[in-house]
Nanobody
Framework: QVQLVESGGGLVQAGGSLRLSCAAS????????MGWYRQAPGKQRELVAD???????NYADSVKGRFTISRDNAKNTVYLQMNSLKPEDTAVYYC???????????WGQGTQVTVSS
Protein backbone atom coordinates (compact mmCIF):
# COMPACT_ATOMS: atom_id res chain seq x y z
CA GLN A 1 0.00 0.00 0.00
CA VAL A 2 0.98 3.60 -0.62
CA GLN A 3 -0.28 6.44 1.53
CA LEU A 4 -0.49 9.94 0.06
CA VAL A 5 -0.85 12.99 2.30
CA GLU A 6 -1.65 16.32 0.69
CA SER A 7 -1.19 19.79 2.12
CA GLY A 8 -1.24 23.40 0.99
CA GLY A 9 -4.81 24.01 -0.09
CA GLY A 10 -6.81 27.01 1.03
CA LEU A 11 -8.58 30.20 0.04
CA VAL A 12 -6.88 32.71 -2.22
CA GLN A 13 -7.95 35.69 -4.30
CA ALA A 14 -7.89 35.56 -8.07
CA GLY A 15 -4.38 36.19 -9.34
CA GLY A 16 -2.81 34.72 -6.25
CA SER A 17 -0.67 31.64 -5.74
CA LEU A 18 -0.74 28.42 -3.78
CA ARG A 19 1.64 25.50 -3.51
CA LEU A 20 0.34 21.99 -2.96
CA SER A 21 2.50 19.19 -1.59
CA CYS A 22 1.91 15.47 -1.56
CA ALA A 23 4.13 13.13 0.42
CA ALA A 24 4.10 9.41 -0.32
CA SER A 25 4.86 6.77 2.28
CA UNK A 26 4.50 3.03 2.70
CA UNK A 27 5.44 0.69 -0.14
CA UNK A 28 6.90 3.37 -2.38
CA UNK A 29 9.25 1.13 -4.31
CA UNK A 30 8.75 1.56 -8.06
CA UNK A 31 6.58 4.66 -7.91
CA UNK A 32 6.12 5.72 -11.49
CA UNK A 33 3.92 8.66 -12.41
CA MET A 34 2.77 11.05 -9.70
CA GLY A 35 0.29 13.75 -10.38
CA TRP A 36 -2.55 16.03 -9.42
CA TYR A 37 -6.19 15.78 -10.40
CA ARG A 38 -9.06 18.06 -9.47
CA GLN A 39 -12.79 17.80 -9.16
CA ALA A 40 -15.13 20.76 -9.08
CA PRO A 41 -18.74 20.44 -7.86
CA GLY A 42 -20.88 18.75 -10.46
CA LYS A 43 -17.93 17.95 -12.69
CA GLN A 44 -15.81 14.90 -13.37
CA ARG A 45 -12.36 14.50 -11.94
CA GLU A 46 -9.77 15.75 -14.40
CA LEU A 47 -6.02 15.59 -14.75
CA VAL A 48 -4.22 18.81 -13.86
CA ALA A 49 -0.60 17.72 -14.27
CA ASP A 50 1.58 14.69 -13.83
CA UNK A 51 5.27 13.90 -13.76
CA UNK A 52 7.15 10.67 -14.39
CA UNK A 53 9.93 9.32 -12.22
CA UNK A 54 12.30 10.63 -14.88
CA UNK A 55 10.89 14.12 -14.76
CA UNK A 56 8.72 14.20 -17.87
CA UNK A 57 5.71 16.43 -17.30
CA ASN A 58 2.21 16.66 -18.72
CA TYR A 59 -0.28 19.50 -18.17
CA ALA A 60 -3.91 20.16 -18.87
CA ASP A 61 -4.30 22.93 -21.44
CA SER A 62 -6.22 25.04 -18.92
CA VAL A 63 -3.23 25.30 -16.57
CA LYS A 64 -0.29 25.46 -18.96
CA GLY A 65 1.90 28.46 -18.23
CA ARG A 66 0.34 28.98 -14.79
CA PHE A 67 0.97 25.73 -12.90
CA THR A 68 4.25 23.89 -12.43
CA ILE A 69 4.58 20.33 -11.21
CA SER A 70 7.82 19.11 -9.66
CA ARG A 71 9.01 16.06 -7.81
CA ASP A 72 11.60 15.28 -5.18
CA ASN A 73 12.30 11.57 -5.54
CA ALA A 74 14.51 11.52 -2.44
CA LYS A 75 11.58 12.79 -0.36
CA ASN A 76 8.91 10.90 -2.35
CA THR A 77 7.06 14.18 -2.63
CA VAL A 78 5.34 15.88 -5.54
CA TYR A 79 4.53 19.58 -5.63
CA LEU A 80 2.13 21.74 -7.60
CA GLN A 81 2.96 25.42 -7.78
CA MET A 82 -0.17 27.28 -8.86
CA ASN A 83 0.18 30.88 -10.01
CA SER A 84 -2.28 33.33 -11.54
CA LEU A 85 -5.14 31.41 -10.00
CA LYS A 86 -8.62 31.88 -11.43
CA PRO A 87 -12.04 31.23 -9.88
CA GLU A 88 -12.46 28.32 -12.29
CA ASP A 89 -9.49 26.62 -10.60
CA THR A 90 -11.68 26.14 -7.52
CA ALA A 91 -11.92 22.41 -6.82
CA VAL A 92 -10.80 19.62 -4.56
CA TYR A 93 -7.29 18.67 -5.65
CA TYR A 94 -6.25 15.04 -5.36
CA CYS A 95 -2.77 13.60 -5.41
CA UNK A 96 -2.30 10.42 -7.42
CA UNK A 97 0.55 7.94 -7.62
CA UNK A 98 0.98 4.96 -9.90
CA UNK A 99 3.18 2.13 -8.75
CA UNK A 100 4.74 -0.97 -10.23
CA UNK A 101 4.49 -2.94 -13.44
CA UNK A 102 0.73 -3.36 -13.01
CA UNK A 103 0.25 0.41 -12.64
CA UNK A 104 -1.69 0.27 -9.40
CA UNK A 105 -3.16 3.70 -8.69
CA UNK A 106 -3.34 5.35 -5.28
CA TRP A 107 -5.17 8.51 -4.21
CA GLY A 108 -4.82 11.07 -1.48
CA GLN A 109 -7.75 12.34 0.54
CA GLY A 110 -7.97 15.61 -1.36
CA THR A 111 -7.37 19.23 -0.44
CA GLN A 112 -9.73 22.10 -1.13
CA VAL A 113 -8.58 25.03 -3.25
CA THR A 114 -10.93 27.99 -3.42
CA VAL A 115 -10.21 31.02 -5.58
CA SER A 116 -12.37 34.06 -4.95
CA SER A 117 -13.08 36.66 -7.60
Amino acid sequence: QVQLVESGGGLVQAGGSLRLSCAASGNIFSLNVMGWYRQAPGKQRELVADISSGGNTNYADSVKGRFTISRDNAKNTVYLQMNSLKPEDTAVYYCNAVRGIYSVSYWGQGTQVTVSS
